[in-house]
């Protein structure tokens, strides 16, 4: 049956659009062929990479439902012709360009468009041998896991790519078994990039350990806030998710957010506002929070007699408290540029980021990302955030004064 093939169109959309706005829609595309996926590179930066929901396919023949099923295919990826997605034109200040990819199970013919050749899935460790993950196919062999992932499954590898390990996460590996470093990579069920939800926490193999998987509306993914650069290649008995870095060891539910900032010595002051604030229930409990907290330091910089305003009045110290606080789970690698999120306190609290990777937050800049928790992150920034709250400016400010003319008295 003759296929007709579209032809790849990008639009550019003029007026009224800000290229440099993270997310908004600058762009759209058709189809190049068939068979395709669209991805989203920043130009220079190979591992920030942006994907759509858009598979490019045509209406083929249904001989072969076990080759359709192994590909987990849905009807709508299969008879879709065209291709519709917003890219973002610009992240954190760098140009982007978007690229077509095969989807798995098919391969380029040459001579014509999109990917038409048919092409056999395989079992994880060949997949992932395909894929280049040298590093990570040999530590599965080290590990004796070679027949689990050649006969088992189905399985989600979360997979570092080469060279995404720094000297001292090699060293560790290299020091202790690699079994337990690949089981806090591996699930037991196939997953794949569609069904992240902020709220998806699953278990690895490893014990009680456990992973959050997140989709954001820019198209990045992440585990455990960790970047996924190459998402839902599949496999024969499951699915490889290549990402730009090793997993933590540390478990995303091991702690509350309330627990990670009381912990952390750094955190202290802040930790001692959340207390005269009456908020450690609220910072206890299910749901998903994102903290942008100031360290001892960034606090100090307040002046001394705000501080210990802030240290004694209950009502002063919540709304403080809650101006660094909103009400989602924000990993730092899904900040891509200007945006706005809402605080606990009804403020707009700007974020953007800039080329070299630096990612402001109002004032300040985060200077340790992706601290993990049961019901959120945790982020420490460079400067505390003041309310913009016009009545508790008034009371900062009443209370300053009070404290200065008592000053004058004694």
């Known amino acids: 049956m003759k296929v007709i093939l579209s032809v790849a169109i990008v639009v550019l959309f003029l007026g009224g659009l800000d290229s440099r706005q993270f997310g908004r829609k600058s762009a759209i595309y058709r189809s190049r062929g068939p068979n395709l996926r669209a991805v989203e590179v920043v130009l220079g930066s190979p591992n920030m ?77 060949a997949t992932s041998e395909e894929l280049g993950l040298s590093w990570v196919t040999s530590l599965v062999r080290d590990a004796g896991l070679t027949a689990v992932l050649e006969t088992a499954g189905a399985f989600t590898l979360f997979a570092p790519a080469d060279g995404a390990l720094t000297a001292q996460q090699l060293a560790t590996i290299n020091r202790t078994d690699s079994m337990p470093f690949l089981l806090r990579h591996l699930v037991n069920k196939r997953i794949l990039s569609s069904e992240f939800d902020a709220a998806d926490v699953v278990q690895t193999l490893y014990g009680n350990h456990h992973i959050r998987l997140n989709r954001y509306a820019n198209g990045a993914l992440t585990v455990n806030c960790v970047r996924i650069i190459s998402p839902d290649r599949q496999g024969s008995n499951g699915v490889i998710h290549v990402i730009d870095r090793a997993l933590s060891l540390t478990d995303s539910s091991s702690q509350t957010i309330y627990d990670v900032i009381a912990g952390e010595e750094n955190f202290s002051v802040f930790s001692s506002l959340i207390d005269t604030a009456e908020m450690k229930d609220e910072l206890t409990t299910e749901g998903l929070f994102t903290v942008f907290l100031p360290t001892n330091v960034a606090l100090k910089q307040l002046s001394s007699t705000i501080l210990k305003f802030l240290e004694t009045n209950h009502a002063a110290a919540k709304a403080f408290v809650q101006n660094h606080i909103t009400k989602a789970f924000q990993c730092s690698a899904a900040i891509g540029g200007p945006s706005t999120q809402t605080t606990l306190a009804g403020d707009s609290l700007d974020m953007t980021c800039t080329a070299d990777g630096t990612i402001y937050i109002g004032e300040g800049i985060i200077t340790t990302p992706d601290i993990l928790a049961s019901n959120g992150v945790v982020h420490a920034v460079s400067a505390a955030m003041i309310p913009d709250n016009g009545g508790y400016l008034t009371v900062i400010c009443c209370t300053f004064l009070y404290y200065m003319a008592s000053c004058l008295i004694i």
């Open 49 to 125: 990479r942006f994907f759509t929901e858009c598979h490019s396919s045509y209406k083929r023949s249904l001989s072969s439902p076990a080759l359709l099923l192994s590909r987990q295919a849905t009807a709508s990826s299969y008879f879709d012709q065209m291709c519709w997605k917003s890219v973002n034109q610009e992240i954190c200040g760098k140009p982007t360009s978007v690229k077509f990819e095969c989807a798995d199970g098919y391969e380029k013919i040459q001579g014509q468009p999109g990917c038409t050749g048919l092409k056999a899935l395989r079992n994880l460790l």
